[in-house]
C-alpha cells in the first residue's frame, strides 16, 4: 500500500496544481492523508477533503470531485468516488494481481523488509536477568519486546547489536555466598543446577528478614555477614570470585534453554560487573563538572530543575550504583559500537531510572543523549495473581513454557496422533502460544495471564495463527508444480486478502515507530482472518478453471510468504505441519 498511496499521491498533487492555488500540500503530505475506510463499500483509501479546504479555498465536495477526475486512468485506481467531501478509491484488481500478487511472490523472503537503517547501527539492551534471582514471567516482556524489536530493524536493514546485561554483580551474591557455605552442597547445585540456587536465595532472604507465616525469625547478623562476603569478591577473593563464576554459569546455561525455545540469540553478554572498571573515569568527570553534591554523605546529581528525584551516583561508603553503571555501559556502547540508536527495554517501573540517567548523560554534554530510548511495558500477573521474586512466589518462565508445552502436547496427541515430529511442534505451538498473546497486547498495558485463552485453537491465539501457516503449507504441498500463467483475480475475498498482505511493509514501519511488536502481532490475525475467509469461500485445487487454480495457488503462496515473514519479527517459529 505504501506504494500505492504514493502514486496516488503523486497524481493528486499534479490535480491540486491544476486549481491553480498558492499553497498546496506536498506530495507526502498527501500520502499521510490517505486514510484506510473503516467499511468495504467506501473503497480501499480515501481523502478527507475537508482537511484540505482552508488552503484550496474550496468546498470539501468540490475538491473531491475535481480530484476524483484527475485520478480515472491510474492504473493502480480501479474507481475513485466523490461522497459527501471524501474521495473514496478503489484499487483495481489488476494492479493486485500483478503488482501486490507478483511482487509478494518476487521478494519472498526480503518481502516488508527494506534498507532504510542501511549503515546505521542500533544497540538493543533487553532480558538481562539478574544471575540466581529467579527468570520469571516478568522478564517475559524485556526478552520478547527486545527481540523483536531487534528482529524489525534487522529487517528494515539497521546492523543490530543485542546485549544481555546481565545481573551479574551486587550483594545478592554475598547473600548467596553466604547461604551455599551454610546450607549449599556443590553436587546438588550441579545436579538442581539453577533452581537450586534459587532455593539459596529464598531461604537466605527469608532468613535476613524472617518470615513471619513460616515461623522463621529475623536474623539481621546475617545481612552483615552478606555484605561481607560481597565486599570481599568486590576485593578479588579467589574462593567468592570462582563461587560467582560458578553460579553465572549454573545460571546461563539455564537461561540459554530458554532463549533456544524463543529463538533468541544475543550478540553480547556483557553484564554489570563488566563495567566495574568504567565506572570511575565516568564519577570522575561528573566531578570535575562540578556535577556531583553530597547530600548525606552521597554523591548525587540534583535534577529538580528538571522535575526529578536526585539521580544516585555513589553511596555513602563509595559504592557505585545502578545508575553510574548504566551510564558507564553507554559510554562504553558508543565507543564500541558507534550506534545510532541505544535501545533499552524494561518493566515501566524502571522509567524514572532511565529518564535520571539519560538526563545526566545529557548534562555531562554527551551530545548522543539523544540517541537513546527507553522502551516500557506493563505489568504481568497470572490468573489475576501478583508476584513477589524475594521470597519465591513467582511464576517462572521455563515452567510456564513448560505448561504451554504439555498441554499443546495433549491436546496434539488427540488431534494428530500421528504427526512425526512431535516433540518440536508442541514446543513450537506451545512456546509460540504464550509469546503471541503476550505480545497481542500494546506493550504498555498491563495484562494478567489467562493460559487458557493463550492455548485456545480457536481464538485469536498464536496456535490459530500457526494453525493458519501450517495450512497454507498444505495446500502448496498439494498443488504440486503449476504452470505459469498469467494470473487474474475473480473474487471479492480474493481482492481482500491481497489487500491486507499489500500493508505488511507498512505495518513493519510502523511496528518500528512506535517501538510496538503488537502491530505484528495484530497484523498476522488480519491475515490469518482474510486467508481462512477466502479458503471456506473459494475452491482452490479444485477450482476448474486453470487461471482461477493458479491465481488461488499463488495467492496462497503469498500468504505463506507473508506469514513465513511476519512470525520471527514476534519471536515464533513456522510449523510446516502441525
Ligand atoms: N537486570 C535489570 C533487572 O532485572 C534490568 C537491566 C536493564 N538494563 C539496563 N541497562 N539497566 O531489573
Redesign the pocket.
Known amino acids: 500500500m505504501l506504494t500505492i498511496k504514493k502514486m496516488i499521491a503523486e497524481r493528486l498533487s499534479e490535480g491540486i496544481a491544476a486549481l491553480g492555488v498558492p499553497a498546496a500540500p506536498t506530495v507526502e503530505e498527501l500520502a499521510a492523508m490517505l486514510e484506510y475506510p473503516p467499511d468495504d463499500n467506501m473503497g480501499d483509501l480515501a481523502l478527507p477533503c475537508f482537511k484540505l479546504s482552508r488552503t484550496l479555498r474550496r468546498a470539501p465536495v468540490q475538491i473531491a470531485a475535481a480530484l476524483a477526475d484527475c485520478l480515472g486512468g491510474l492504473p493502480c485506481v480501479g474507481k475513485a468516488e466523490a461522497v459527501n467531501g471524501y474521495l473514496n478509491i478503489t484499487i483495481s484488481n489488476g494492479y493486485l494481481t500483478e503488482t501486490v500478487l507478483g511482487g509478494i511472490l518476487e521478494a519472498g523472503d526480503r518481502y516488508g523488509a527494506s534498507n532504510v537503517g542501511c549503515g546505521k547501527t542500533v544497540v538493543l539492551?533487553y532480558s538481562?536477568?539478574?544471575v540466581a534471582k529467579p527468570f520469571h514471567i516478568g522478564?517475559l516482556g524485556?526478552t520478547v519486546i527486545g527481540h523483536s524489536l531487534k528482529k524489525l530493524h534487522e529487517f528494515a536493514g539497521y546492523k543490530c547489536v543485542g546485549i544481555n546485561?546481565l545481573?551479574d554483580w551486587g550483594t545478592q551474591f554475598g547473600k548467596l555466598i553466604v547461604a551455599y557455605k551454610k546450607w549449599g552442597n556443590r553436587q546438588q547445585i550441579e545436579e538442581g543446577g539453577i533452581d537450586k540456587l534459587v532455593e539459596l536465595y529464598v531461604r537466605i532472604n527469608n532468613a535476613i528478614s524472617g518470615n513471619e507465616e513460616k515461623g522463621i525469625p529475623a536474623d539481621p547478623t546475617l545481612g552483615d555477614a552478606a555484605r561481607a562476603e560481597f565486599h570481599k569478591l568486590e576485593l578479588g577473593d579467589e574462593e567468592n570470585l570462582a563461587l560467582w563464576r560458578w553460579f553465572i554459569d549454573i545460571s546461563l546455561a539455564e537461561y540459554q534453554k530458554t532463549y533456544k525455545q524463543l529463538g533468541i540469540e544475543f550478540d553480547s553478554y556483557k553484564g554489570e560487573s563488566f563495567y566495574t572498571d568504567k565506572m570511575p573515569a565516568q564519577v570522575q568527570k561528573l566531578r570535575d563538572m562540578g556535577l556531583l553534591k553530597i547530600d548525606d554523605g552521597a554523591s548525587i546529581v540534583d535534577l529538580e530543575p528538571y522535575n526529578m528525584p536526585p539521580c544516585l551516583i555513589l553511596k555513602r561508603d563509595g559504592s557505585t550504583l545502578?545508575p553510574t553503571r548504566?551510564i558507564a555501559?553507554a559510554v562504553y556502547r558508543k565507543d564500541t559500537y558507534n550506534f545510532d540508536k541505544a535501545i533499552?527495554v524494561?518493566s515501566a517501573g524502571?522509567s524514572l531510572h532511565f529518564a535520571q540517567w539519560f538526563k545526566v548523560v545529557e548534562l555531562m554534554g554527551y551530545e548522543w543523549h539523544d540517541q537513546l530510548v527507553h522502551v516500557p511495558y506493563g505489568t504481568v500477573s497470572i490468573n489475576g495473581a501478583k508476584l513477589a521474586t524475594r521470597t519465591g512466589n513467582v511464576v517462572l518462565l521455563k515452567d510456564l513454557f513448560k505448561a504451554a508445552i504439555d498441554e499443546v502436547a495433549g491436546i496434539m496427541e488427540e488431534k494428530n496422533p500421528d504427526l512425526e515430529n512431535k516433540k518440536e511442534v508442541a514446543e513450537a505451538v506451545g512456546v509460540g502460544a504464550i509469546v503471541f498473546y503476550y505480545l497481542s497486547n500494546s506493550r504498555i498495558k498491563d495484562i494478567n495471564f489467562v493460559m487458557e485463552d493463550a492455548l485456545n485453537f480457536d481464538g485469536n491465539t498464536g496456535p490459530y495463527a500457526q494453525y493458519t501457516y501450517a495450512r497454507t503449507c498444505a495446500v502448496l504441498r498439494r498443488a504440486g508444480n503449476v504452470e505459469e500463467m498469467p494470473l487474474q483475480i475473480t473474487e471479492n475475498d480474493e481482492a481482500a486478502l491481497l489487500k491486507v498482505l499489500a500493508r505488511f511493509p507498512e505495518k513493519v514501519n510502523a511496528a518500528i515507530a512506535d517501538y510496538e511488536p503488537s502491530v505484528i502481532t495484530r497484523y498476522i490475525l488480519d491475515v490469518a482472518a482474510a486467508f481462512n475467509r477466502f479458503y471456506h469461500n473459494c475452491q482452490i485445487l479444485n477450482a476448474e478453471d486453470p487461471t482461477v487454480r493458479a491465481t488461488r495457488v499463488a495467492l496462497t503462496r503469498a500468504v505463506n510468504v507473508v506469514l513465513g515473514n511476519a512470525f520471527p519479527l514476534i519471536c515464533m517459529k513456522t510449523m510446516e505441519k502441525i
Open positions: 539492551d538481562s536477568p539478574n522478564h524485556t546485561y545481573g545502578y548504566d555501559a533499552y524494561t524502571q
